[in-house]
Each structure stands twice: as C-alpha cells, then as structure tokens.
C-alpha cells in the first residue's frame, strides 16, 4: 500500500479522495523511476570522472593481440558503398574474423586498395586492416578495461558520425536506454520538487537549497559566458 505525505494524511478533508490516490502513485513513481535508472546514473557518474582525469585511465589496457584471417567473405560493389551502406556489407567479414561490436568510421586507403576498420566494444578496442585484393584481415585488439568502458559507454550515443552509430545491437539498446534515463531523470527532478512541495515541514530547508543551487549554477555560468 503506497505510504501518505504526512501532510495529506493529517488533513484528510482538504484533500480530495482522486488526490490522495494521485498523490500516493506519484510517490511509488517518483521511487521506482529513481531505483530503476540509479545504476545508469551512477555509471554516467562514474565515467564523468574518468573523462575529467584522463591519466587515470590512459595507458592502462592490456597488452596488444594480433592475428590474421583469410578468404573473408567481401562483395564485389564494396568500393562503392559508404557509411551504413558499406559498414552493413562489411558484417559478414568480420564475422567471419571473428569480431563483434560498434564500427566507427571507416578509413580508405586506395594506394594499398586496404580498409581500416575501428570496431568497439565497452573495455576493448580492435583495428581490423583489410586488404581488398588479398580478401585477408590483420586484426589487432587491445583491452581498455573498466575506466575505458565507462568512457565509451558516456560517448555512446554521441553527436558524432550519426548516420553509422549504433551498427551494433547492444550499443542499439544503449542507446533507448540511455534516452529512457534522462526522461525518467527529468520525471523524477519534477515529481520530486511536487513531492516535496507537499511536505510543509521540509519546505524552508527545500526553499534554502534550491536557493543555493540556483545561484551556484547562475554564477558558474556567468563565469563561463564571461
């Protein structure tokens, strides 16, 4: 059974019956909402910091692999494609290498008539050089462990190479939920403040820090515009 605001509870009679039910789901919503993006939230945090202090997390991956697969399995027209286009014929190739994850941009080099692909997944970084006339790939692959992880996975989905970002279907459905996070983190800012707007008893020490934080947040801007 939901629990009341202490308020609504003493003062039944101002309150009418349609309002205390609202009342009560939007406080299961408000903590639901909360627990259910708080680890989302946490690596968001987390990866903040890392970005912030790069030399903790720089040069800490694990040593270098290399290796190399032959007769990969290339369309003819693959010199004609470009972005998605050329990144989903590429699928079967790298399956066949052996290499799963997000392809990032796709280099040409046409004096060596070879693509460089950049494939990712969270805490390993893979180059796969392929050479068109041979139908070989060189791969190599280097762990970034959990700092580098939590990187990429706070640049994932970015505002960079649109149209060929999430190519990978796990780093697809990081992409719903990292939108689902920052609405239910906007439900849940929202129906905090009516929360607590309801609980007479914390409204001065609510007024004082929302205060300070409004002024915090003005001046650093200001410091930043100016």
């Known amino acids: 059974m939901s629990s009341q605001s202490p ?3 003493k003062e039944p009679g101002k309150h009418p019956w349609l309002v205390r039910v609202l009342f009560g789901w939007l406080q299961d ?6 627990l259910f993006v708080s680890p989302y939230v946490l690596v968001f945090a987390a990866s903040v910091f890392f970005l912030v202090h790069r030399d903790l997390s720089v040069g800490r991956g694990g040593p270098t ?7 990969l399995p290339l369309p003819a027209n693959l010199n004609q494609l470009s972005g998605r286009a050329r990144i989903d014929a590429l699928r079967p190739a790298l399956d066949r290498a052996g290499v799963q994850g997000e392809v990032g941009w796709i280099q040409h080099i046409a004096k060596d008539n070879r693509l460089v ?3 990712m997944i969270p805490g390993r970084t893979t180059t ?5 006339f ?3 790939a060189s791969i190599s692959g280097r762990s970034t462990g959990l700092p580098g992880a939590l990187v990429e996975l706070h640049k994932s989905p970015g505002p960079h190479l649109v149209g060929l970002r999430m190519n990978w279907w796990y780093m697809w459905v990081w992409y719903w939920l990292s939108d689902a996070t920052v609405y239910l983190v906007l439900l849940v800012s929202v129906s905090g403040l009516y ?3 309801h609980l007479r ?5 609510g007024t004082t820090l929302l205060a300070v934080g409004a002024l915090s947040f003005t001046g650093l801007i200001y410091a930043l515009v100016h």
Do not use: M, N
């Open 65 to 71: 692999v290399e290796r190399i697969v032959r007769d």
């Open 134 to 136: 041979k139908r070989e």
């Open 29 to 34: 919503l408000h903590l639901y909402a909360g």
């Open 128 to 132: 796969v050089t392929i050479d068109l």
């Open 117 to 119: 692909v950049p494939v």
């Open 195 to 197: 929360l607590w707007y």
């Open 201 to 205: 008893s914390e409204r001065r020490i």
């Open 7 to 9: 308020d609504l509870h």
